[in-house]
Every structure is written in structure tokens, then in C-alpha cells.
């Protein structure tokens, strides 16, 4: 039974308490909340609202307990989410966010949102919510942010670094409803470049790559995306044509998205570095990169959503991974990020949901979709996904990228 079932009106209480003010929660609120505390640290995540990474200062400051009851309460009464990431707490997506790895992964099967696709679609979509430039020996975050608000159906990354030429890229149009996942961070594949409602977009650095973009509560809105395809025509993806992009690597790209904490890689991640490196076709990042796939990819790893009996005390998400040969999205994501890292090859971490199950232009995604991958940035190119994941339950676009000409 939910525990506000007993008072009154509970949702629109909550509603105009936060709308007032958040940090003097009604007596009501707090016992109800108080008596879910229990319940409340069992959860695995939710996505907190945006709202919450904002004023996470103010609530623990002198009302620092009032500020776990409100924490509390977004988890039960207010956006009833289930996990996006597999990790412990932190919001997703803008000021703040963060992901702690976790030991365990069971997601609901439940409805977490509905695409409609404005076109029938053929290729399979990876739905990006967050990316993150901050890799942690056992967790990863967004470094400090910038916030750029955009009206309607503007050129939403007009200016910003992670703005892309439209050659080579197809144009997709798709409408999210949410479902249990209500998170107001807008979900799209690849580079979304207008959204039909008023956005907030969180970036990384002077540039701005962005780490999150922010619908500021509405529900239902439609996003026009740019994706890049495979093949060999201008500004599409092959591995010659990757190859070619070499490393001349924007300066920003290499302070952000090229540093390795101290404490991420020991004994065992670096024998896996070095057979990256062996089998490699050659020094060029995308050679690491395929070399990096079929590895994480072969039968010496085991997906294993419970890896509480592995004595990883001590060790890094990535030196566990690479003793043990056992985990989930977040291990095999942290793995090739902080690797290619090290190896000269500028690589974020996303999360998001994988592709789901379409019918016509109807797609359907689920909680257990929920997923944590690799971006890589090649000059010219920008960010392409690739997903490292062992399981059989993924299509990367670029797990069999033609080799070109």
C-alpha cells in the first residue's frame, strides 16, 4: 500500500507545497514521508526532478533533515520513477548528477515511455537521457554545469560544440509520452536538434557538450533529432572513414573527456589494456575501439546482474570488471570508457534505454531497458555510440561498422 494513501488530496498538497516553497514541508508531509524512510532505502534509484539538483544546497543546509524527508518524498509521492541508471543516488542529468556503481541490477519490466515515430523507421534507436564527463574509480558525474534556456522549437544547439553538420545524418521526428519514467530530461538518439516545447540545455565546458536537456516539466513533447548512419557517402560512418578523422582533438574535448582518476585502473586492467593494444589492427582510435568491443564482447565475460558475492572491496568499478570478468551495463561501460581514456581516445558515458520493441512507428520502451554505454568523439564526426555490453540484449549502430573504401 502507498503510504500516503491516508491523507487526503496527497498529490495536489505536495504540487502546491513545492510550488511555495520546498524547504518548509507541512507537518503532514513529513510524518507521512518520515514513516516511509525505511521503505525508501531499499530502493535502488529513481531519477530525481530537476528542480532537486538545484536546491540540494539549501535543503541540507539548516534544515538538513526536512532535506531527506524531501528526497524521500520526490522517490515515493512525487515522480514514482524507476530506475534509469543502475546505481546508487544522485539526480540524472544537469547540476549535480551523478551515478554510484551498483552490485545489483533488477529493473521492473513496467512501461517507461512510448515513441512515436512521426515516419516508419527501420533502424534500431539507443535513447539517450545523460551523459557524463566525470569517470570516478566507482561511480561517474557531471562536471560543473551551464544552463542555456531555449524556446520552442529553436535550434536547440545553435552555438554550442556539440551542434553538428546535418551531411551524412538523417533527420527523425518522434513524439515521448511518458509512462512510469517522468523524469523531465528530454530523451532522444544521437544529436536532438528542436523540441516542440521550451528547454533548459545543461553543457560541460566553455563550449558547451551537453550533458542533459531539461523540458522544465512538461510531459509529452516531440524532439527532432539528427542521426548519423553507417555507409560510405559524406559524413556517414565507416571504419576507414573513422580512421581518417585522426586525433587532432579540440583542446576542450582533451581536458574533459581524457582524464583518468587515480585509483582506476590496477594490475588487472592494465593486462586487459595491453591486449586491447595487442589486438588492435592499428593505433588509430577506432582500431582501439573494435579492438575493445570484441573483447568486452567475447565469452571471457559473463553479464551477471548480482555481483554482491565478488570480493570487489577496495577495487575500482574497472580493476573489478577486469579481475572477475563478471557485471552489468555499468561495468562493461566504465571499463571501455576509462580504457580508451588511457589509451589517448576521448570517450563519455551515457546512459539511457536501449532500443525497444517497435510496431509500425509505435516503439515501446521498458524499465529493464534502462542501459549505460560508451560515446566516442571523432573529429568531424563527433560522438558515436557504441555499447560494450556482452549480453544478447543490444544492437549497437556501430558493433559492424562497413569498413569503407
Known sequence: ???????????????????????????????????????????????????????????????AIAGILVVGLALIGLTRNDALSVGGPGPIGGADASTTVGRQWNPSGELAFTINLKTPASDPYYWRVATYD?????????????????????????????DVDDTGRKSVTFTVVPATFRASLVISPATPVRVDVATRVSTIGRNGYVASIDTAGASTYTVTALVGQTGDRAGQWNVDALRRAGTSYPTEIKDLYLKVAPGSIGPNAQALQQRVR?????????????????ELRSTAYTYNTDVTNLDCEGLSTVECFATYKQGFCQYYA?????LLRNMGVPTRIVEGFLPGQRN??????????ALSWVEVYFPGYGWVTFDPTGAKISAPPAEALPSGQ
Open 360 to 369: 509500425g512507428t509505435t516503439e515501446i520502451i521498458r524499465n529493464s531497458n
Open 278 to 294: 595487442a589486438a588492435a589492427a592499428g593505433s588509430a582510435p577506432i582500431d582501439l575501439v573494435e579492438a575493445m568491443m570484441r
Open 334 to 338: 566504465a571499463t571501455m570508457a576509462v
Open 134 to 162: 566525470v569517470i570516478e574509480p566507482t561511480g561517474w558525474r557531471s562536471g560543473p554545469s551551464t544552463f542555456t534556456d531555449r524556446p520552442a522549437n529553436s535550434n536547440l544547439l545553435a552555438g554550442m560544440a556539440d
Open 1 to 63: 500500500m502507498r503510504v500516503h494513501e491516508n491523507v487526503p488530496d496527497y498529490d495536489e498538497l505536495v504540487a502546491d507545497w513545492l510550488e511555495r516553497d520546498p524547504e518548509l514541508a507541512p507537518p503532514t508531509i513529513l510524518d507521512v514521508v518520515a514513516a516511509a524512510v525505511p521503505s525508501i532505502s531499499q530502493r535502488r534509484r529513481a531519477v530525481l526532478p530537476s528542480w532537486m539538483g538545484e536546491r540540494r544546497h539549501a535543503l541540507i543546509g539548516a534544515l
